[in-house]
Structures are given as C-alpha cells and as structure tokens.
C-alpha cells in the first residue's frame, strides 16, 4: 500500500489518499476473493487516483476480483474490463469501457454530451 513510512503515525495526521489506502488493507487482510470499492477516487488528485489505480490493478492481478463503483471516467477507462452504466436503478448500458463512452445514452447523462 505504500504506508510503512507511515506505519506508526496517527491515523488523524493521514493524507486523504493514505486512508483510502489504509482502508484497502484494512479490506484486504483478510484476503477477499471479491473487493467491493464504493467511489474510492472521490476528492483525490489526478496523481492520487493514479496511485490507488495501481494499487488496485494490483490486486485483481493477484487474483482479487474488482467491483468498482466510480463516477471518475479516467479511473474507468483505466481500470474496467467490464462497465455497467445505471439511471434511476436500471441498467441503461453494459459492456467493454470502450463501448459504454461511445453510447447516446451514457454520453447524454454520464458525460454531458
């Protein structure tokens, strides 16, 4: 996670992207085989969102299945295999990053197209 330098500091004296990184060990130790995130780039950097990106890639590559819940495109695009577009509770488009963006839809609500 990038915290040992970190290790004994107070969890008050915490930048905002080291207790985002402090809750994905917390979530982590016990070794889930599903990880749901719920907007974890929220009020972070460009470079912030970069780092918890790589953190986060890390872990589905050590076999962490990854559910993110974001409204920030570049963490999106980045990260997602898959992406469900919902409004209003129901599924208006699902499918690769690359597709979703180019949707009417998604561009009209999401993007502001």
Known sequence: MGLADRADAPTGSLT???LRKLELARAIAVRPRLLILDEVMA??????????????LGLSRQGVT????????RAIMRFSERVVCMDAG?????GPP??????????????GA
């Not at 009020?43 to 986060?56: A, F, N």
């Not at 129901?90 to 699902?94: C, L, Q, S």
């Open 16 to 18: 905002q992207v080291d």
């Open 43 to 56: 009020g972070l950097s460009p470079v912030e969102i970069d780092e918890m990106l790589d953190i986060i």
């Open 66 to 73: 990854v559910m993110m819940i974001e409204h920030i495109m």
């Open 90 to 94: 129901r599924v208006m488009a699902e």
């Open 98 to 111: 690359d597709h979703i963006v180019r949707d009417p839809g998604v561009q009209r609500i999401y993007l």
